[in-house]
T-cell receptor, first 111, second 112 residues
C-alpha cells in the first residue's frame, strides 16, 4: 500500500531560524513527488514537483530536494508569513493515477 | 487565468440527506480529482476523472460517487449522509498525467 509519512508533525521556529521538513515515501511506480502549502480554511497551494532522485527546486526561501526514499523541504531564514501546513504527496501515475498525501507538518514562525 | 472553482463553499446537511458538490477546473485541464480532508485522516483520495472516465477510485463506500461532464466540470455526490462525512471536500485539476494538480478552496460540509 502506498504510504507517505511527514515529520515532524509540528515545528515552531523563530524568524530567521532555518530548518528542514522531512517526507518519506513508499509509493509504487512513483512518477512525481509534490509539495503543497495549505493555510487554514483554504485549499492546498502548489509549490514544487520533483521527478527524479537528486533533483532540487527553489522558490524564495524554500528549497525542495528528492532522494530515492525521501524528500526534504528546506526553509531558509523563515518569516512569520511562512507559517502554514506543508504537505507532500506522491503521484503513482499511469492507470492508477492518484496523489497519496502525508498528514503534513504545521510550521509556526514566531517574529 | 481563473483557478479551480468549487461550489458551494459551505454546506450544512442533516443525517440521511444527500448532497452534490460542484467543481469547475482550470480551463484546458482534463483531469479532475476529489479528496476528503479531515483532521484525523488528512487528505484522502476519493476518485479521479479524465475525459469523462473514472480512472481510479479510493477506499470509500459506494455512497460516494462522481461524474465528469464533456466540458471537464465535475460533480461529486454523497448519499445517505453520516456524521462522519463532515469534512472539507477538495477538488483538484491538472492538464494530465504526472503534472501538478491545482486545488480549489474546497467545500466545507457539516452533517448534523
Amino acid at each position: 500500500e502506498d504510504q507517505v509519512t511527514q515529520s515532524p508533525e509540528a515545528l515552531r521556529l523563530q524568524e530567521g531560524e532555518s530548518s528542514s521538513l522531512n517526507c518519506s515515501y513508499t509509493v509504487s511506480g512513483l512518477r512525481g513527488l509534490f509539495w503543497y502549502r495549505q493555510d487554514p480554511g483554504k485549499g492546498p497551494e502548489f509549490l514544487f514537483t520533483l521527478y527524479s532522485a537528486g533533483e532540487e527546486k527553489e522558490k524564495e526561501r524554500l528549497k525542495a530536494t528528492l532522494t530515492k526514499k525521501e524528500s526534504f523541504l528546506h526553509i531558509t531564514a523563515p518569516k512569520p508569513e511562512d507559517s502554514a501546513t506543508y504537505l507532500c504527496a506522491g503521484d503513482s501515475g499511469g492507470s492508477n493515477y492518484k496523489l497519496t498525501f502525508g498528514k503534513g507538518t504545521l510550521l509556526t514562525v514566531n517574529p | 487565468k481563473a483557478g479551480v472553482t468549487q461550489t458551494p463553499r459551505y454546506l450544512i446537511k442533516t443525517r440521511g440527506q444527500q448532497v452534490t458538490l460542484s467543481c469547475s477546473p482550470i480551463s484546458g485541464h482534463r483531469s479532475v480529482s476529489w479528496y476528503q480532508q479531515t483532521p484525523g485522516q488528512g487528505l484522502q483520495f476519493l476518485f479521479e476523472y479524465f475525459s469523462e472516465t473514472q480512472r481510479n477510485k479510493g477506499n470509500f463506500p459506494g455512497r460516494f460517487s462522481g461524474r465528469q461532464f464533456s466540458n471537464s466540470r465535475s460533480e461529486m455526490n454523497v448519499s445517505t449522509l453520516e456524521l462522519g462525512d463532515s469534512a472539507l471536500y477538495l477538488c483538484a485539476s491538472s492538464i494530465g498525467e504526472f503534472t501538478e494538480a491545482f486545488f480549489g478552496q474546497g467545500t466545507r460540509l457539516t452533517v448534523v
